[in-house]
């Protein structure tokens, strides 16, 4: 009697188990870190804070993960350094990316390495949703900077999960 009892209890705990991998492991999937890339064009504004519109791509845009396009607004710069020498400067740049299907809101911060002298610069990034289906939002990666007339375009390459 008592083997019954203990086997049964060896399968009730096996299932437990088995029920409690189960469920840490569905939203572990689900959390998997997909590709994106961001090109975002930036207009310089010097009466306030710089703008622009976003257009995003790769798997984590297909899977539904982050919207296809949207604009942002500069919330914040902070000079952070300057290498006299190489004519480089360090900025902490923040911005407020607002998805144009309606989805949500997501925040980036930008750690620039930016030339004055030739306008190029490239940055790592982390991304955090704010807000809606995409306030789960996580990600980082990496990027670069092109200078155009009125501003420049960034390019974000990099994985988020949601």
């Not at 064009?41 to 010097?46: L, M, Q, R």
């Not at 949500?104 to 390495?113: D, E, R």
Request: contains cysteine; hydrophobic residues 45%; charged residues 10%.
């Amino acid at each position: 009697m008592q083997r019954v009892a203990r086997a049964g209890l060896r399968i009730a705990i096996a299932m437990a188990a088995i029920v409690a991998i189960a469920v840490v492991a569905v939203p572990a999937a689900a959390a998997t870190a997909q590709q994106v890339t961001i090109v975002s064009n930036v207009t310089f504004n010097p009466d306030g804070p710089n703008f622009g519109d976003f257009t995003a791509s790769g798997p984590a845009v297909d899977q539904g993960l982050m919207c296809p396009t949207g604009d942002f607004v500069d919330t914040g710069i902070k000079f952070a350094g300057f290498q006299s020498r190489t004519g480089h400067v360090q900025l902490l740049v923040t911005k407020l990316f607002t998805c144009d299907d309606g989805s949500g809101t997501f925040a980036v911060k930008l750690q620039i390495n930016a030339n004055f002298e030739t306008g190029i610069e490239s940055f790592a990034w982390v991304a955090q949703g704010t807000s809606g289906e995409v306030g789960s939002l996580r990600g980082a990666g990496t990027g670069s900077t092109v200078p155009t007339d009125t501003g420049n375009i960034n390019t974000y390459v990099g994985t988020v999960a949601g």
